[in-house]
């Protein structure tokens, strides 16, 4: 049985409750692996005011429910939880939630880095950030492209 559950929203998640569902989903899990991002107060030396996502409601959920099944197909994993914010958000805001249950941690640990990494590069968000300079746009980095490169995906997204 594959789990696949996967949020864009506006609302903050809670953690543990999506770490609960996640176990509750299937008897054999012996290891949670989670990872949550929060908005930065500093990007590039420059101090952060507010964050603002934005996406294309239905693509971004296919894109990502995509990923996921990658993940099953390269890791021994049970289940996979994926909730992504979106809207303005201020510094410390959870912005993602990326969890997976398996039987083991080391598979767990490696689908939930795999799944962080491909959405850094992969998934279809827009990022503005707001400085005290004005409001600007977030480019993916390269060191995102490289740390997608070791699973043996391309990106191309750094300096666009």
Not at 87 to 109: E, N
Request: charged residues 20%; negative net charge; aromatic residues 8%.
């Amino acid at each position: 049985m594959t789990a696949i559950h996967v949020a864009i929203q506006t609302e903050d998640f809670d953690v543990s409750a999506e770490l609960a569902a996640l176990r509750a989903q299937d008897g054999r899990v012996g290891a949670v692996c989670s990872f949550v991002g929060t908005v930065r107060s500093r990007n590039a030396g420059e101090g952060i005011a507010a964050m603002e996502l934005e996406h294309y409601p239905g693509m971004t959920e296919r894109a990502i429910h995509a990923m996921a099944q990658e993940a099953f197909a390269r890791f021994d994993i049970y289940g996979a939880r994926v909730i992504h914010r979106v809207g303005v958000l201020a510094p410390l805001d959870q912005i993602v939630l990326v969890a997976v249950s398996a039987s083991h941690r080391g598979q767990s640990f490696q689908a939930c880095e795999f799944l962080m990494d491909y959405l850094k590069t992969q998934a279809p968000f827009w990022k503005k950030e707001t400085t005290p300079g004005g409001a600007r746009w977030v480019d993916a980095r390269e060191s995102d492209d490289a740390a997608l490169a070791r699973w043996g995906i391309e990106a191309t997204n750094a300096g666009r």
